[in-house]
């Protein structure tokens, strides 16, 4: 199974399964079945596990306004509400 976001915080940090659970005020069952994409986070959960992390809640709620790609040197964020790749405008200008 892929790894989610979820999983790759709490390693990425060392903390382990208990503790994360503990924040949320959650069994360490059902924050397996979080990290595991089964079950899916509140808003509440959310805010809380951003402030732990220190990251935007927004990245765990999957409602991000950017993705960030890291592919070595050509790590960029793309902001999805004014990313395009060709304006079909210019393209039909550089015809004439």
Avoid: C, W
């Avoid at 382990?16 to 994409?37: F, H, N, P, R, W």
Wanted: aromatic share 12%; no cysteine.
């Amino acid at each position: 199974m892929a790894e989610t976001i979820f999983k790759g915080l709490r390693v990425e940090n060392n903390y382990d399964i208990d503790q994360v659970a503990a924040e949320l005020d959650i069994t360490t069952a059902e924050y397996e079945l979080i990290e595991s994409g089964v079950a899916k986070i509140s808003y509440e959960q959310a805010g809380k596990l951003g402030k732990f992390y220190g990251i935007d809640p927004k990245h765990l709620l999957g409602v991000s306004e950017s993705v960030n790609y890291n592919i070595g040197r050509y790590s960029r964020t793309i902001y999805a509400q004014k990313y395009y790749e060709k304006s079909e405008e210019s393209e039909t200008n550089n015809k004439e």
